[in-house]
């Protein structure tokens, strides 16, 4: 369903924008360059943002498909599939790990209903704003592994937890 929604979204080759944000997967590495540090020296005689830095992962996967030589539109594609499929999924997996591991059809239709439920094309979608994005995406995640820490006690759902806290820190 991910690859569907892709494949109409970009099937003309148009680069999507919204004003909160500017255009972040246009050119990635040079606002990696950027966004890296604290301090920016790019406004003279510099300004300091220390909010940006969570925005480094996000930057850094992106740089890493534009260095690829993925242009402007594939690295937003990749990113909105990315985005989509985890919302989906991680829903899925959360949904699983609630009412039971013989009940996929629910489980299916809270993925589904996840990715399309009003509020999440009005409000996250719509708005298009990226830290948005990535909360939407890592908090099935976060609750699923959180759960299971709780319930088992064992660290290393703890260690998944803080993974994806560290890899989506630009919803931060």
């Known amino acids: 369903l991910s690859t569907f929604l892709i494949l109409v ?8 924008g919204g004003g909160d944000v500017g255009l972040p997967t246009y050119n990635p590495m040079r606002i990696f ?3 890296r540090y604290v301090w920016w020296e790019a406004i003279a005689p510099g300004f300091l943002i220390p909010h940006v830095i969570t925005s480094i992962t996000l930057y850094f ?21 990315t985005l989509l499929f985890l919302m989906g999924f991680g829903m899925y997996l959360l949904t699983l790990s609630i009412i039971g591991k013989d009940k996929k059809i629910y ?5 589904l209903f996840y990715m399309f439920n009003p509020y999440m094309m009005t409000q996250i979608w719509h708005r298009f704003v990226h830290t948005s994005f990535l909360f939407a995406a890592s908090m099935p995640f976060l609750i699923l592994f959180w759960r299971l820490w709780i319930k088992s006690g064992n660290y290393l759902y703890l260690l998944y937890f803080l993974l994806v806290n560290i890899v989506s820190s630009y919803m931060f």
Do not use: M, N, R
């Open 107 to 111: 489980a299916t239709l809270a993925g």
């Open 9 to 16: 979204w970009f099937k003309g080759g148009h680069f999507y």
């Open 33 to 35: 360059q950027i966004a």
């Open 61 to 81: 996967f992106l740089s890493l498909l534009q260095f690829f030589g993925l242009g402007p539109v594939g690295i937003q594609s990749i990113l909105f599939f």
